[in-house]
């Protein structure tokens, strides 16, 4: 709200104007709290009835100009605050009607107060630009003051839904990390027997080769059977491998006369 005031004081002095007569009274909201300022450029006249949103310049007929405006802010801001006007006169700080204040906020209040103008923001630009690097941090850190009870309730409620929305990513990771882990069991296994009949196919083949050759010496055995025939008793006669002179005219002659000597021995000596 005070930053959308603050927008609309703008807009006044960009057209020259002062609004000198903020207060709560002047400013309506609509449906979608957006608010509007009427009543601006009513002068009043000095000494009149003390009013919180006046300006101690204003009361005593000083010049009113934009310091004019951020007293009133500061009374307005005061009010959103604590649901009360400030006493006049009096400087108050917000936390002693809330403790859950900021020091900050305290600080800028204080200061849209002050009696003397120069003490003061220069204009409602300079306090909502103050006010929302104040306010700004404060949202973006996590609460780790206690509080009274009812903003430590909310303060509560406002991170439960952080921590179930932490716990739910948390069990989704998991959830993908397992899914990932069994479609890898599924999947790594037959490639990897794949592999393997590639690499047992080509060892294979040089064992099946040398068994062949070793099959060919039953082919030689029959070979034997014609050594041995040569020693039986019922071979023919002549031997088939007797050498080639024994065949011969001479060595049948040789035979022939050698009997022939041998028995004219033997009669001789039988006779």
Known sequence: LISQITDGLEYLYARGQIHGNLQSTNV????????????????????????????PEQIEGGVVDQRTDVYALGVLLYELLTGVTPPVGIVAKPSAIRPDIPEAIDRIVLKALAQNPAQRFQSPAELKNTLQNSVLPMHAEPVSTPAPAPGVSQ??????????TNWTAIILVVLLVAVLIGAAFLIIPPL??????????????????????PAEPPTELPTEPPDVEPTEPDAGFPPEDLPDFCNSIG?????????IAFTYKKRKRDI
């Open 28 to 55: 309506y909201l609509d449906a979608a709290r957006h608010p509007y300022l009427s009543g601006f450029g009513i002068s009043q006249p000095p000494g009149s009835a003390q009013n919180p949103y006046f300006s």
């Open 251 to 259: 060595f049948a002659a040789g035979i022939a006369a050698f009997g």
């Open 192 to 213: 990897l027997q794949d592999d393997e009949v590639v690499d047992v196919i080509p060892t294979q083949l040089p064992v099946e080769q040398p068994t062949e050759p």
């Open 155 to 164: 303060s509560v409620n406002v991170q439960q839904p952080t921590k179930s």
